[in-house]
């Protein structure tokens, strides 16, 4: 008869003396549920299977840090999530800086005429409060990354980052509605 190991006991006897069995034994174990995490999480079979395989790389790669403090499926399950949403946080990120160049060349590549341009961001910009303007003036005119601005505002970087956001919505929105 064949005794099987828990997660951690398996992990200590063959980590370092077998590794394969001790990845092969873990991987059957747990690629059921990886699987269905990553698919709820992504919504997409393909993706799902990517990152189930891309997890367990990184786990087994990493898997001489698993301290016990928790069992080992809850350390494999955080993995999976922090992973997944790592994902998604990039491919919106993706998404969102190609959405946002389609829609600034939609109205840069018009036949306006430039000083048309240049007066609807005056006036967007004198529309807003002087904190948001400025922040765009010295992102766009001066040129200062993300940390010079929020070290001369004494503001996290974070913020920094969801302020320029608003106001760049804000005079896209003042452009759409001026435009219309």
């Given at each position: 008869?064949?005794?099987?190991?828990?997660?951690?006991?398996?992990?200590?006897?063959?980590?370092?003396t077998n590794p394969n069995v001790c990845f092969e034994a873990l991987y059957n174990r747990y690629v059921g549920k990886v699987y269905k995490?990553?698919?709820?999480?992504?919504?997409?079979?393909?993706?799902?299977?990517?990152?189930?395989?891309?997890?367990?790389?990184?786990?087994?790669?990493?898997?001489?840090?698993?301290?016990?403090?928790?069992?080992?499926?809850?350390?494999?399950?955080?993995?999976?999530?922090?992973?997944?949403?790592?994902?998604?946080?990039?491919?919106?990120?993706?998404?969102?800086?190609?959405?946002?160049?389609?829609?600034?060349?939609?109205?840069?590549?018009?036949?306006?005429?430039?000083?048309?341009?240049?007066?609807?961001?005056?006036?967007?910009?004198?529309?807003?409060?002087?904190?948001?303007?400025?922040?765009?003036?010295?992102?766009?005119?001066?040129?200062?990354?993300?940390?010079?601005?929020?070290?001369?505002?004494?503001?996290?970087?974070?913020?920094?980052?969801?302020?320029?956001?608003?106001?760049?919505?804000?005079?896209?929105?003042?452009?759409?509605?001026?435009?219309?």
């Amino acid at each position: 008869m064949k005794v099987q190991l828990n997660d951690e006991e398996l992990i200590r006897q063959h980590l370092k003396t077998n590794p394969n069995v001790c990845f092969e034994a873990l991987y059957n174990r747990y690629v059921g549920k990886v699987y269905k995490r990553c698919l709820s999480l992504t919504k997409d079979v393909e993706k799902a299977e990517d990152f189930t395989h891309d997890i367990f790389i990184r786990a087994f790669a990493r898997l001489d840090r698993f301290q016990e403090r928790s069992t080992f499926s809850t350390w494999l399950y955080s993995i999976s999530f922090n992973y997944c949403m790592d994902q998604i946080k990039v491919s919106n990120r993706l998404l969102m800086t190609t959405l946002e160049d389609n829609v600034i060349n939609q109205y840069t590549d018009s036949n306006e005429p430039d000083e048309e341009r240049v007066q609807y961001l005056t006036r967007a910009l004198e529309s807003m409060t002087p904190q948001e303007s400025t922040l765009l003036r010295m992102k766009y005119q001066q040129g200062l990354d993300i940390q010079q601005i929020a070290n001369q505002f004494n503001l996290k970087e974070s913020a920094v980052k969801m302020r320029l956001k608003r106001s760049r919505d804000k005079v896209r929105q003042f452009y759409i509605a001026a435009a219309n």
